[in-house]
Every structure is written in structure tokens, then in C-alpha cells.
T-cell receptor
Framework: EPEVTQTPSHQVTQMGQEVILRCVPI?????FYWYRQILGQKVEFLVS????????KSEIFDDQFSVERPDGSNFTLKIRSTKLEDSAMYFC????????????FGPGTRLTVL | QQQVKQSPQSLIVQKGGISIINCAYE??????FPWYQQFPGKGPALLIA?????SEKKEGRFTISFNKSAKQFSLHIMDSQPGDSATYFC??????????FGPGTRLSVLP
């Protein structure tokens, strides 16, 4: 069964450092998403991406964040200068088409900012 | 208006019992309502979803009831099992775009 994969599973970084979180969406999916979940809290939308551009972003997704699809398979989230409050689980998701609704989530990357 | 409210925050049910989790929304543009199940350390996994043109959808032991006029929907887990112990999130979206998640319900099913 196809699945969304994410690497690394856990990333520890110092405050102010740049991190790149990587995702490989399901191969025939065209829409990609990043969500985050602060420990014990709800899942929050960050950004959606289609046709090599951002479709929609939340107020959380400020200038510190960027997304990219550098090749045909990877989808990355970059945080330029991490802050303590960026510590969270980051989930990548993909869907075949937004109208179908189903978004499939990866296992997440736990980001710890020290 | 983008909020999705969810209750209860936590739920303890005996094995074989019925687990009921409720959600409410405000945005009438929402047209897709999924439920996700999340185990510790894992990503959310789609459990069941409904669109507002039907009032109920059943898949195995899981049923979504949808009340469009009240802007409420609920998840019923029949014959709850210890393996169902997880956190359940309701969500809503418009045109399948970004999901707005509820705060989650931690379900514990006692053996």
C-alpha cells in the first residue's frame, strides 16, 4: 500500500539554525501539505502546494518557512532560523486531488529546538 | 469561524461499549468532514469521512452521523476494543483544501 514517508524521524537543532524536513508523497498525488502538531495539541495547517507553487498558507507559515519540490519525488519544508516554539511534530500529507478530500499523512518528523 | 470544536477531551469506555465523540463547526463552506485516528508517535490516519449530502455513513464498527442544520457531526465506535485506544481528531475542509482539525479526544478502552 502506498504511503507518505518523512525523514528524519527526529531532528534536534540549536535555536537560530536552519532545518530542512523532507517528505516523499504518494507517487500519483498532486497536492501536498505540511501540518504541525505541538505536543499534546491539535494538528494545525501550515501550507498547501500544487503545481510548484503555494496554494494556501496559514498565519503560522511566515517568512521563516519555505517549501520546495526540488525533484519529482521530494517535498521539503525549510525553517530558516528556528525558534524554541518551532518544536513540534511536522506532518507531511498528500492527496490525489483536493476535491476528493482524502489526505494521507506521513509518520511525522519530531523537531526539537534547543 | 474556522474553528472546529470537539468533545469530550478524553473518554474512557469499557470493552464492548459504544464510544461517541462530537464535533461542531461554524463555517458553512465546509463540505468534507473526515475523522482521523492517531496512535502515539504516529501520523494521523484517515478513519472515515462524510460529505454533507448524507446524514450517516457506516464503515464496519465506525459510523459518522451528520446534522447539517445543527452544523454538528459525530463519530460512533461500536463494540469498542482496547486496540481502538488512540486520539481521535475530527476535521473539516472546504473543497478538500487545508483541513481544520478539532483539538482531539483521547479514547481509552478498558479490557
Amino acid at each position: 500500500e502506498p504511503e507518505v514517508t518523512q525523514t528524519p524521524s527526529h531532528q534536534v537543532t540549536q535555536m537560530g539554525q536552519e532545518v530542512i524536513l523532507r517528505c516523499v508523497p504518494i507517487s500519483n498525488h498532486l497536492y501536498f501539505y505540511w501540518y504541525r502538531q505541538i505536543l499534546g495539541q491539535k494538528v494545525e495547517f501550515l501550507v498547501s502546494f500544487y503545481n510548484n507553487e503555494i496554494s494556501e498558507k496559514s498565519e503560522i507559515f511566515d517568512d521563516q518557512f519555505s517549501v520546495e519540490r526540488p525533484d519529482g519525488s521530494n517535498f521539503t519544508l525549510k525553517i530558516r532560523s528556528t525558534k524554541l516554539e518551532d518544536s513540534a511534530m511536522y506532518f507531511c500529507a498528500s492527496s490525489e486531488a483536493p476535491g476528493r478530500g482524502e489526505q494521507f499523512f506521513g509518520p511525522g518528523t519530531r523537531l526539537t529546538v534547543l | 469561524q474556522q474553528q472546529v470544536k470537539q468533545s469530550p477531551q478524553s473518554l474512557i469506555v469499557q470493552k464492548g461499549g459504544i464510544s461517541i465523540i462530537n464535533c461542531a463547526y461554524e463555517n458553512t463552506a465546509f463540505d468534507y468532514f473526515p475523522w482521523y485516528q492517531q496512535f502515539p508517535g504516529k501520523g494521523p490516519a484517515l478513519l472515515i469521512a462524510i460529505r454533507p449530502d448524507v446524514s450517516e455513513k457506516k464503515e464496519g464498527r465506525f459510523t459518522i452521523s451528520f446534522n447539517k442544520s445543527a452544523k454538528q457531526f459525530s463519530l460512533h465506535i461500536m463494540d469498542s476494543q482496547p486496540g481502538d485506544s488512540a486520539t481521535y481528531f475530527c476535521a473539516a475542509s472546504s473543497r478538500g483544501q487545508n483541513f481544520v482539525f478539532g483539538p482531539g479526544t483521547r479514547l481509552s478502552v478498558l479490557p
